[in-house]
C-alpha cells in the first residue's frame, strides 16, 4: 500500500499520523543499545507470534528454557483497533501482544519479536514492545526494508542498526536489530546460538508461530 493510500485512510478513521510520529520520536528516546543485564546467564526466553483473521488479531506468546524446552504458551485475542500502515505496526498489534504477555506466570528476560527495531526510521514494534513492558527484545526479519548492508552489518541513514545473521544456505539472511535493552552484537550472538538447523529461524520463534497456527486452528477454523 503506498503513502498516499494510508493517510486517506488514516484521514477516514480520525488518526493522527503526524502525532503519531511526533510520540514514536519521542518514545525512541528511551531506547538503549547495552546490554541491560548478562545474557549468558539467563534462563528464560519468549517469543510472540501475531495472527490476524478478518478484524480479529491474535498474539501468541511461547517461553523457553535454555535447553528450548516449552514452560508455557499464553495468548489473547482481541478486535483489529487500528489500520495496517506500514511504519506504525506496533500500533495495530502492540496492544494485544502486551494483553498476551500479561497472561504469563512466568516473565521472559528476553524476548524475540518479528519486524523492526532500532533498523526503524523512528520507532519499530519490538523497541515499543520493550518501551512498554520494559523486557528486553530482539527484532527479526528477512525483509531488507531500506537498510544498506557492509559485510554484515545493517546501516539505516548511515547509523549501524544491526546484524546479518546467514541462518541457513540458500535462504534469505536474517536482519537482527536490537529493540532495547540488549546491544547490536549480543542480539545477534543470542539469535545464532537459538538456531537449530536445518531450520533457518531461531528455535523459539520456530515454536511460537506453531502455537500461534494451532490455536489460530482452533478459535478461528484457519492458520492464517
Do not use: W
Not at 480520525?14 to 520520536?25: C, S, T
Not at 546501516?155 to 546479518?164: A, F, I, Q, T
Request: charged share 30%; net charge neutral; with cysteine.
Amino acid at each position: 500500500m503506498d503513502s498516499a493510500k494510508e493517510e486517506e485512510i488514516a484521514k477516514k478513521l480520525g488518526i493522527n499520523l503526524e502525532a503519531l510520529k511526533k510520540e514514536q520520536a519521542r518514545l525512541s528516546k528511551e531506547i538503549t543499545t547495552e546490554d541491560s543485564v548478562d545474557f549468558e546467564s539467563i534462563e528464560f526466553i519468549g517469543s510472540m507470534s501475531n495472527v490476524i483473521i478478518g478484524n480479529k488479531i491474535l498474539s501468541a506468546i511461547v517461553v523457553v528454557d535454555r535447553k528450548m524446552e516449552v514452560v508455557e504458551e499464553r495468548f489473547f485475542i482481541d478486535r483489529v483497533r487500528f489500520p495496517y500502515i506500514a511504519e506504525f505496526r506496533s500500533y495495530r498489534e502492540l496492544p494485544t501482544m502486551i494483553r498476551a504477555c500479561e497472561q504469563l506466570e512466568q516473565r521472559p528476560e528476553l524476548v524475540l519479536i518479528e519486524g523492526l527495531g532500532i533498523n526503524h526510521s523512528r520507532l519499530g514494534e519490538a523497541s515499543h514492545f520493550s518501551i512498554s513492558t520494559g523486557i528486553p527484545s530482539i527484532a527479526i526479519t528477512d525483509n531488507p526494508v531500506e537498510f544498506s548492508i557492509d559485510g554484515d552489518k545493517i546501516y539505516l541513514k548511515e547509523r549501524e542498526v544491526g546484524r546479518v545473521v546467514q541462518s541457513k544456505q540458500g535462504s534469505k539472511p536474517l536482519f537482527v536489530s536490537p529493540g532495547s535493552g540488549i546491544s547490536i552484537e549480543t542480539s545477534a550472538k543470542i539469535v545464532r546460538s537459538l538456531i537449530r538447523p536445518p531450520h533457518k529461524l531461531p528455535e523459539v520463534m520456530k515454536l511460537a508461530r506453531k502455537y500461534a497456527k494451532k490455536i489460530s486452528k482452533e478459535v478461528f477454523g484457519k492458520e492464517d
